[in-house]
């Protein structure tokens, strides 16, 4: 679709072919949820590979799809701002999905005692969900109980 522009014939195509039903594959919405679920259930039974497999997948399918609806979104910028609104409504969604799943294998890496592993997942998310939105501060509270950081977020007002 980004060399046939959406306004043209085959780009109007491709795009009809996106907003048919996805349930049953893998990259969707579901489909990347369905692999949390895996995770979970691995996690439950503590079998921590599997899990870390699993998070692993699901991050890369909520990473592939923000990155498709952004696409989309440019593509349709300035064309129909009401797709190019939702497809960015979209990728905002998949990429807290992302976010979601890299914080849970960030944990997983700590219950396997590998902290080199959980570090670099745990900066990601700060740096895509910022410091001051929840999720950003659970994994800022990570790096402070793993010790790699010293100073705790959000800090009291006597400490500033």
């Not at 049953?24 to 870390?52: C, F, I, K, P, R």
């Not at 700590?110 to 740096?127: C, D, G, S, T």
């Not at 501060?137 to 959000?154: H, I, W």
Request: no cysteine; charged share 25%.
């Amino acid at each position: 679709m980004r060399s046939q522009n959406p306004t043209r014939e085959l780009g109007k195509k491709a795009y009809e072919s996106l907003t048919v039903s996805q349930e049953n594959t893998v990259l969707s919405l579901s489909g990347g949820q369905a692999l949390m679920a895996e995770a979970s259930s691995a996690v439950s039974d503590q079998n921590y590979d599997l899990a870390v497999k699993k998070l692993q997948e699901a991050r890369q399918v909520f990473n592939q799809l923000s990155n498709f609806y952004q696409e989309l979104a440019a593509s349709f910028s300035g064309i129909d701002n009401k797709i190019a609104d939702s497809q960015r409504k979209n990728a905002v969604e998949t990429a807290q999905k992302r976010d979601e799943a890299t914080y849970q294998l960030a944990l997983v890496h700590r219950v396997q005692n590998k902290p080199e592993l959980a570090v670099p997942l745990l900066v990601q998310i700060i740096r895509s969900q910022n410091p001051t939105r929840d999720l950003g501060k659970k994994a800022y509270q990570q790096l402070f109980e793993l010790g790699f950081v010293d100073s705790p977020y959000p800090r009291r007002s006597s400490d500033r």
